[in-house]
């Protein structure tokens, strides 16, 4: 099945918000209206060539078309969504057999004044028009779980959850099954290959409350990402991503008052801590369905490029890429989450940190990737902009600070922006919004950046 591009959905917001426009001053027989009103059947009838229905809307306020969520809206697909919003409009279906007619109508109710979604329907049907529908059609047909929420907000979620079921299997002594898993790493794969940067945006929400949880969905969706921009084949990138998963699930093994001790570990506690390598790998060996590569880079997670890490009886292995990817990712999440014993440090700072330790502890080539895929600014941190705005860094574009699209949080004067401007500092026309001037400790600013990504 095609997947509907990120283009294309973005053409269709574009026209459908031009349509709405130009309904307000000409008829329908005019071009202005009957031009984009034409090009955005005939997309919406190419998204449909394959499917019975295509979802859209706004969820926490971000634009979605099926699979493709927009984060950073240029200023049309911001209007849409506004009078989506507006209209109290959270989700549509567009149903096979649109025509122009019925978008028509449709765009000419979305511009009435206090027209609602009730009104709007009402109206709707009075006319005829069963092909656009409010809400989210539930899915018939089997293979696909599209429900509407938007898809990589809710593949965080379901993998939260899939950790968190096997997590608690393993505490009653079960090995856990592997299906829960599995499906998650269907769809962060298909997201990773598709859009990485919306995936690396979510590996930002950190819950401190559910370190372990949290840590481990986001160590499995920067490795796939990182394995993704290597090119690396489905296969790997599958094997990747669930290893990610399930790199930590040893610690489900290891005492809960040394997991969870502020401060620094005793030896002895330390000594402890370091098995939940080995006892993860074991777990994963047993789970039925996962490739025992995953088991092995489990168990090479913490055996550092160097070989002077541990379980120390492994160090003279072999081991295959995949526990290097592992030990970047991890790292990388780590350095950025703050926990009890040590502060955060903003992504550009972790690049740093992670630098130092590239060629012995991390493999430097795989460094060196991991920082060109996160960009100048990378995701997630805080900069200053020349319009002497503070904005926070939600889509990068690698080694192209220009393209970004960030958050603006606080206004030239000092004012915070609740909800925040979403901007691309270049639009695509070329039109530029605003360059980044330097990077702005959080910590400085008193910004938990973690919220801003949670959708
Ligand atoms: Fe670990
Ligand atoms: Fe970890």
Not at 89 to 108: E, K
Not at 339 to 360: C, E, F, H, Q, W
Request: overall charge negative; glycine content about 6%; proline content about 4%.
């Amino acid at each position: 099945m095609n997947e509907i591009t990120h283009q294309d959905a973005q053409r269709a917001a574009m026209l459908l918000t031009a349509s709405i426009k130009s309904v307000t001053f000409y008829p329908q027989a005019h071009p202005a209206v009957r031009q984009p009103l034409e090009e955005l059947a005939g997309i919406i009838s190419d998204m449909l060539r394959d499917k019975p229905k295509i979802r859209l809307g706004v969820v926490e306020g971000v634009f979605f078309l099926e699979d493709n969520l927009f984060v950073a809206p240029n200023s049309s697909v911001a209007e849409l969504a506004e009078r989506l919003i507006d209209k109290d409009i959270n989700a549509l279906t567009v149903l096979a057999g649109v025509s122009v007619d019925d978008l028509f109508h449709f765009a000419a109710l979305l511009a009435r004044k206090n027209f609602s979604s009730d009104l709007i329907f009402e109206e709707l049907a009075k006319k005829g028009v069963t092909t656009i529908r409010l809400g989210i059609e539930e899915q018939q047909d089997e293979g696909e779980a599209e429900q509407g929420d938007t898809a990589a907000t809710r593949t965080y979620f379901d993998a939260l959850n899939a950790v968190r079921g096997a997590m608690k299997d393993i505490e009653k002594g079960r090995i856990p099954a592997s299906d829960q898993i599995n499906e998650v790493v269907d769809s962060m794969v298909s997201l990773a290959v598709r859009d990485h940067a919306t995936l690396l945006g979510l590996a930002m929400i950190k819950d401190y409350d559910n370190y372990t949880f949290n840590h481990s969905v986001n160590v499995g969706i920067l490795a796939v990402a990182l394995a993704a921009y290597l090119g690396m084949d489905q296969e790997a990138l599958r094997d990747t991503n669930t290893a990610g998963l399930l790199h930590d699930i040893g610690k489900t093994r290891i005492e809960k008052s040394i997991l969870n001790k502020p401060g620094k570990l005793s030896g002895e506690e330390y000594e402890e801590m370091k098995k939940h390598a080995e006892k993860g790998s074991e777990i994963v060996n047993r789970m039925e369905n996962i490739h025992p590569r995953v088991a092995d880079a489990v168990l090479g997670h913490h055996i550092r490029y160097n070989r002077t890490g541990y379980p120390e009886w492994a160090r003279q292995r072999a081991f295959d890429q995949l526990a290097d990817i592992l030990a970047v990712a991890d790292c990388y999440d780590a350095i950025t989450t703050l926990r009890a014993y040590n502060s955060p440090i903003p992504p550009k700072g972790a690049l740093d940190v992670m630098r130092r330790v590239s060629g012995t502890s991390l493999r430097s080539e795989l460094v060196e990737k991991f920082e060109e895929m996160m960009g100048e600014y990378p995701v997630g941190s805080l900069v200053r902009l020349d319009t002497n705005e503070i904005a926070l860094v939600v889509r990068p574009h690698p080694l192209e600070s220009c393209e970004a699209a960030v958050k603006i949080i606080i206004d030239a004067q000092g004012n915070n922006l609740d909800p925040p401007k979403v901007v691309r500092l270049v639009e695509q026309d070329g039109t530029r919004y605003a360059g980044i001037v330097a990077l702005v400790d959080p910590l400085m600013k008193n910004i938990d950046v973690s919220r801003y990504f949670l959708m």
